[in-house]
């Protein structure tokens, strides 16, 4: 019997999905799982009929592949992926690649890019991003490595990847952890917009007196829209429909209100406190989750403190497509998106990562959870300005701020006013008042350091250091 073309190993929901994705575009292949009465199901069920079989232990595994092998491990991130290095390792041979599509923390990555190579065996750090449904149908990936271990994988996952219209969504990323690192600023991004669609459908539920079905009716608007079209929003819109088959209420209202943080929302913020890169609109958006898990504490607070009236603001007419609401969720969309590539190109320098930041746009335009069409603008200002400081001073991005931050600011006041938190929103406005200005107080905060602690400061009329008795 001849050798499989391609190796899954962890037949979780994006394992038994991506194998069938590789199958049916052509790569016969072998699974193995850790638990094999999982395998065994999937066999008997999903892979009936495919080019695909199944190994009960590793040695057989490695064994039913052609050689050079091409693994992919699609296991739990941390110590298991460790564990499944360690137990495939001492059946590997020179050239073999592994590929891990896991969500690995970067620096993991860049250890075992550096373990595995050494051995001279291939390992790539994948990113991929899609959920299920993009996992079978054609996810987006970013690669991570030597450039030639990729090339070893590149037709397959080409045929894999999402299509778009100049072409599939996966690139060689970089080398090392650069993959996986680019992965996590996209869920990062992801974290961001989906905060700020919540506090969308807050602001039009709590202050615009709205249901579902018509909160539903403005996302679905918006998503018609060059700004705001993407897969969150098409999303969102449908979540929003859906009622409860109990009592036919909108089935969202009976959801408990806490959310929780994954390892690579977090590690996106740290690694920005890290570079210093200033990612406010990401940040606040994993705060407001790790606040939203404080249920039993915000019920308790709710009985004792006491927040303003509540006003009826301007956020846009309804027929209108609530245009200030509408500005207010563009400017923080565009702004988690700016906070995101700002981040990759400090990480790009500080780890000579190389990214080419129209790419990773370009491999973001399907199959991932922030597909949208702003991303075309995106890949289009950083094809222009290779160099670009920041997307927001971009000619399209900065048309779009000097129209939409009056809308911001309102929707902000009106909210803050009004005592509802958006803290996306408020991140969003104090950034980019921030950013386009000048002169910040931070003067202020130099003397104070120089005064406690003669830490010097610097002039704005002449050169050098200064430190000055300031409490004399
Ligand atoms: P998962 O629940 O994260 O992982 C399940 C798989 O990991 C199972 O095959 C399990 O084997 C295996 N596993 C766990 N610990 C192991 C160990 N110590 N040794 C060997 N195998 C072990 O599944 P998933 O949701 O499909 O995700 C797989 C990876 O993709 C994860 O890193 C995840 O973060 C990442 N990812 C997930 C998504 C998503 O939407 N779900 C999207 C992108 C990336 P057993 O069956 O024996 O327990």
Known sequence: ?????????????MGENLVLNA???????????????????????????????????????????????????????GSSTDAVINQIAPYLEEGDLLIDGGNSQFLDTERRVSD????????????????SKGALEGPSMMPGGTKSSYKHVESLLRKMAAQVEDGPCVTYIGPGGSGHFV???????????????????????????????????VFSSWNETEELSSYLVEITASCLRVKDPNDGQDLVEKIMDKAGQKGTGLWTVVSALELGASVPTIYASLNARVLSSMKSQR??????????????FDMGKLDNGMSLLKDAVILSTIASYAQGMELMRIASNEYDYKLHMPSIAQIWKGGCIIRSTLLKRIQNAFDSDPQLSNLLVDPWFATQVNSRLNGLAKVVSGAAA???????????????????????????????????????????????????????
């Open 23 to 77: 199958e049916r575009n052509g790569f016969t292949s072998v699974v193995y799982n850790r638990t094999y009465s999982k395998t065994d199901a999937f066999l008997k069920s999903r892979a009936q009929g495919k080019s695909i079989i199944g190994s009960t232990d590793l040695v057989d595994f490695v064994g039913k592949l052609e050689r050079p092998r091409r693994i992919l491990m699609m296991v739990k991130a």
């Open 1 to 13: 019997m001849s050798k499989a073309h391609f190796g899954l190993i962890g037949l979780g929901v």
């Open 183 to 217: 992965k996590t600023v996209h869920n990062g991004i992801e974290y961001g917009i989906e905060q700020i669609l919540a506090e969308a459908y807050d602001l039009m539920k709590r202050v615009g007196g709205l249901n579902g079905s018509q909160i539903a009716d």
């Open 418 to 472: 009004s005592g509802i938190p958006v803290p996306c929103f408020a991140s969003t406005l104090d950034y980019i008042n921030s950013y386009r200005s000048s002169r910040l107080p931070q003067n202020l905060v130099q003397a104070m350091r120089d005064c406690f602690g003669s830490h010097t400061y610097e002039r704005v009329d002449m050169e050098g250091s200064f430190h000055t008795e300031w409490d004399q």
């Open 116 to 131: 595995l190579e050494s051995k001279s065996f291939g390992y790539i750090g994948m990113g991929v991003s899609g959920g």
């Open 299 to 312: 019920v308790h607070a709710e009985s004792i403190l006491r927040g303003p009236n509540r006003i009826n």
